[in-house]
């Protein structure tokens, strides 16, 4: 079975301040993708990224960087410089592959609340 | 229309009440899920659908029936609920192709309110 812990519930930072989220996740598959969501308050989620278990490369998107870890089974997320917009739950996700379609499991979430 | 759009936004039923839930994807893509978040609980996924086929079925209680007449729409049919399932429902898509896991795209969600 797998399993995704996003052990912070909530993070309060200042505008500007850089903010890390982090992401441990669980499984016995070689193969598997991990995924991190946005939620904004109007309730949809958005994709930001998708990495491979075979792609240990760091990822910069802008502001957001990601770190994956084979070693510590992890895929944390750090945003830096945070902006108001930024506010929002960021979900991590475990996808693995499993006859013919693929489902995600989804940690519980991190609420991200930045004020000016 | 872009993406994946939900309809309605917001519902109100009644627990002897019938409805249901549309959602649309404008991708391309050959999947289509439904999800339902509640409060203080994770995602749950509820079904999934591989080329309006459906694959998964994770015990979800028969009051909800889903329908996928073709690849770009799927249904949430509604009878009965209960309180309990108010919820925000999130409907999804994605490509399925080979081993690989690709992302899956939200749509907005239906707020519901069972009274």
């Known amino acids: 079975a797998q399993k995704v812990t996003q052990a912070q519930t909530e993070i309060s930072v200042v505008e500007k301040e850089d903010v890390t989220l982090d992401c441990v996740y669980e499984?016995?598959?070689?193969?598997?993708?991990l995924f991190w969501y946005k939620q904004p308050p109007s309730g949809e989620l958005v994709f930001l990224i998708r990495?491979?278990?075979?792609?240990?490369q760091n990822e910069i998107s802008g502001r957001y960087s990601w770190n994956f870890q084979k070693s510590t089974s992890s895929f944390n997320f750090t945003i830096t410089a945070s902006q108001v917009v930024d506010s929002a739950v960021y979900f991590c996700?475990?996808?693995?592959?499993?006859?013919?379609?693929?489902?995600?499991?989804f940690g519980k979430g991190t609420m991200l609340l930045v004020s000016p | 229309e872009t993406g994946v759009t939900q309809t309605p936004r917001h519902l109100v039923m009644g627990m002897t009440n019938k409805k249901s839930l549309k959602c649309e994807q404008h991708?391309?893509?050959?999947?289509m899920y439904w999800y339902k978040q509640s409060a203080k609980k994770p995602l749950e996924l509820m079904f999934v659908?591989?080329?309006?086929?459906?694959?998964e079925n994770n015990s979800v209680p028969s009051r909800f029936s889903p329908e996928c007449p073709n690849s770009s729409h799927l249904f949430l049919h509604l009878h009965t609920l209960q309180p309990e399932d108010s919820a925000l429902y999130l409907c999804?898509?994605?490509?399925?192709?080979?081993?690989?896991?690709?992302?899956?795209?939200f749509g907005p969600g239906t707020r519901l309110t069972v009274t």
């Open positions: 999804a898509s994605s490509q399925i192709r080979g081993s690989i896991s690709y992302e899956q795209y």
């Open positions: 499984t016995r598959d070689t193969t598997y993708y």
């Open positions: 990495r491979n278990s075979f792609d240990e």
């Open positions: 996700a475990l996808s693995v592959r499993n006859s013919g379609y693929s489902t995600l499991t």
């Open positions: 991708l391309g893509h050959n999947a």
């Open positions: 659908y591989n080329f309006k086929e459906q694959t």
